[in-house]
């Protein structure tokens, strides 16, 4: 099984909203990564969590706030964004960092109005 | 900075035919590649990993890797319309597991 599990897989939030996206895999991976991705672009790496803890931040604003509740669940809090934060949000796991074989969510469809 | 190289395409080939899908990374320490496919929509979906110079065959999918040329490709035998997709080329970026992904390759296949 090589599952992971994103909610919701479309959101439309306005640009004072507070909104989040939710990640959730039971493959006993330790690492977990956001990823945006644009139109016809490739998927842009953001945040990194090993063992639970931020390893990777990459350098995005503040408006975007991970978190990791558990080795399980990777949550990413959405406040004030922009229209040109409109994107598919990915998340991936794998087992470790070092192992680098990572999975992807379904990704969920971000609009920002 | 570390980069990856596809050409972005569209490659075309007939129904039957052999697609080969090509990348090149800038960073001579790389150890672990990984070849992805994206339906439009979609999330990319891991279809081959490599690691070791040489190939590496699963079904219609034949991963090869060669450091000495920083290149690595994804030859799909008997191309089905259904493998029409974009192809994304990733390196691992760093000691935290980061993947590190090429423009991706437009794959079309004609019946």
């Known amino acids: 099984d090589t599952e992971v599990t994103q909610t919701p897989k479309h959101l439309v939030m306005g640009m004072t909203n507070k909104k989040s996206l939710k990640c959730e895999q039971h493959m006993g991976h330790r690492a977990m990564y956001w990823y945006k991705q644009k139109a016809k672009k490739p998927p842009e790496l953001m945040f990194v969590y090993s063992y639970e803890k931020l390893s990777i931040n990459e350098s995005v604003p503040s408006r975007f706030s991970p978190e990791c509740p558990n080795s399980s669940l990777l949550n990413l809090h959405l406040h004030a964004l922009q229209p040109e934060d409109s994107a598919l949000y990915l998340c991936?796991?794998?087992?470790?960092?070092?192992?680098?074989?990572?999975?992807f969510g379904q990704g969920t469809r971000l609009t920002v109005v | 900075q570390k980069e990856v190289e596809q050409n972005s395409g569209p490659l075309s080939v007939p129904e039957g035919a052999i697609a080969s899908l090509n990348c090149t990374y800038s960073?001579?320490?790389?150890?672990?590649f990984f070849w992805y496919r994206q339906y439009s929509g979609k999330s990319p979906e891991l279809i081959m990993s490599i690691y070791s110079n040489g190939d590496k065959e699963d079904g219609r999918f034949t991963a090869q890797l060669n450091k000495a040329s920083q290149y690595v490709s994804l030859l799909i035998r008997d191309s089905q319309p259904s493998d029409s997709a974009t192809y994304l080329c990733?390196?691992?970026?760093?000691?935290?597991?980061?993947?590190?992904f090429g423009k991706g390759t437009k794959l079309s296949v004609k019946p």
């Open positions: 991936a796991s794998s087992q470790s960092s070092g192992y680098t074989e990572a999975f």
């Open positions: 990733a390196v691992k970026g760093g000691s935290q597991g980061n993947l590190i």
């Open positions: 960073d001579r320490g790389s150890q672990s």
